[in-house]
């Protein structure tokens, strides 16, 4: 589960009511804040290349009428301008070239589909990566193997129990572990711990 916060105290107040819903549910949970994550195209479908980023200290101002248009992209990203327009009661022109700044300005890094990929007989997995070792050359080997690999979809740096989660689409389990091993053959003594965890079903949702 993630969600974003403007604070450790806003974070706090989030986790406390989420526990206490569930208390029989989430007997044990582990905390991570995420310092970057991207998505990935599903190259293993579709032959379109697909570049990490990297996190920027930076800060975006946005004000009401972008959290408005943003807000309808969240529930449907391939909501038309003029829809958007209409909803948000901003001119299309408007709505364009504020969607357009929110893309420029890295705000809005790209729109994509949720897909059930079971129906075409995939897998879906995410690993948990701790490393023994940090250095930006550590750093860019990692973003490299999931931009050359074209079943990784999604990537993610955080700092807690785990430094790096990766998901991984695969025909089979075997395939899953044969990326793997390339993965840790890749790092070597660098990857100090991995751990699976496979997806049966996800959903979306708005905050």
């Given at each position: 589960?993630?969600?974003?916060?403007?604070?450790?105290?806003?974070?706090?107040?989030?986790q406390t009511n989420i526990v206490s819903k569930y208390p029989e549910v989430l007997v044990h949970h582990e905390v991570g804040i995420n310092t970057f994550q991207q998505r990935l195209n599903r190259r293993y479908l579709y032959d379109i290349p697909s570049k990490i980023g990297?996190?920027?200290?930076?800060?975006?101002?946005?004000?009401?009428?972008?959290?408005?248009?943003?807000?309808?992209?969240?529930?449907?990203?391939?909501?038309?301008?003029?829809?958007?327009?209409?909803?948000?009661?901003?001119?299309?022109?408007?709505?364009?070239?504020?969607?357009?700044?929110?893309?420029?300005?890295?705000?809005?890094?790209?729109?994509?589909?949720?897909?059930?990929?079971?129906?075409?007989?995939?897998?879906?997995?995410?690993?948990?990566?701790?490393?023994?070792?940090?250095?930006?050359?550590?750093?860019?080997?990692?973003?490299?193997?999931?931009?050359?690999?074209?079943?990784?979809?999604?990537?993610?740096?955080?700092?807690?129990?785990?430094?790096?989660?990766?998901?991984?689409?695969?025909?089979?389990?075997?395939?899953?572990?044969?990326?793997?091993?390339?993965?840790?053959?890749?790092?070597?003594?660098?990857?100090a711990e991995v751990e699976t965890l496979e997806i049966f079903s996800s959903y979306r949702f708005t905050y």
């Amino acid at each position: 589960m993630e969600f974003p916060v403007k604070s450790t105290r806003e974070f706090r107040k989030k986790q406390t009511n989420i526990v206490s819903k569930y208390p029989e549910v989430l007997v044990h949970h582990e905390v991570g804040i995420n310092t970057f994550q991207q998505r990935l195209n599903r190259r293993y479908l579709y032959d379109i290349p697909s570049k990490i980023g990297s996190p920027t200290e930076e800060t975006i101002n946005i004000d009401k009428k972008d959290l408005a248009i943003i807000e309808v992209l969240k529930k449907n990203s391939r909501t038309s301008t003029t829809e958007i327009a209409r909803q948000v009661k901003l001119p299309t022109s408007t709505v364009a070239n504020r969607i357009k700044e929110l893309k420029e300005n890295g705000v809005i890094m790209g729109f994509s589909v949720q897909m059930d990929i079971s129906k075409f007989d995939y897998h879906s997995f995410k690993a948990f990566i701790k490393m023994s070792n940090f250095s930006e050359e550590i750093d860019k080997k990692i973003k490299m193997f999931c931009e050359q690999n074209p079943n990784v979809v999604y990537f993610l740096s955080s700092v807690g129990r785990w430094d790096y989660e990766v998901d991984i689409d695969a025909e089979s389990h075997e395939q899953y572990r044969k990326i793997l091993r390339q993965f840790k053959n890749l790092m070597g003594k660098d990857v100090a711990e991995v751990e699976t965890l496979e997806i049966f079903s996800s959903y979306r949702f708005t905050y």
